[in-house]
């Protein structure tokens, strides 16, 4: 029996959580199921799609694509606090560019990605969608630093994928690709480094 249905928690600082509505718990105390994920979203069930922002360099669209999710399948009503495990259901890839003297990168971009999963709570997966309907699409990395950085399904990255914009000492727009040697693997939960030399 599902008591609470996709209840919105909010942190409010000094380790409170605040929900929107309140919690109910069986009368007769018997154990109960915690799903949750991050960010929330309008999902009536625990399986829903999720995906990735196409631009993760502003809006906090790094954060909305960052998907979490953990379980409490051991929780009792009158522990009076409901402990979760978060986990990163999406890969996390970090570009550490060195630049031409005189270049200003104004933005990197990862080429013909997949962007797409279909997630389930009750299993804690995040599978990523390849069929038909999962179109190719460019996702524009935030920087952090001097690395620019991006949340994306787990995949296999091949080929011409990586493209960077910035301007040169005269005021110029210059632009750089980068084309993978070998396939690289990303793996969820995992950061996966690039150290690209980028010349003229």
Known sequence: EVLNQNVMYAYTGNGKWLADKSITYPLDNSPINFYAYYPYGDHPTTNFDFTVLSDQSKDNGYAQSDLLVAKNEKALPGEGAVSLQFVHMMARIEVKPALPDGVTLTSVALLNVLTGSSVDLINQTATTKTDASASLSTIT????????????????????????????????????????????????????????????
Request: aromatic share 12%.
């Open 141 to 200: 990395l935030m920087k952090a630093g001097d690395v620019y950085r991006g949340v994306l399904p787990k995949q296999t990255l091949a080929g011409r994928i990586f493209e960077f914009v910035g301007i040169n000492e005269a005021g110029q727009k210059v632009m750089f690709d980068y084309t993978l040697e070998n396939a690289t693997a990303l793996t969820a939960n995992k950061i996966t480094l690039f150290e690209i030399n980028l010349q003229y």
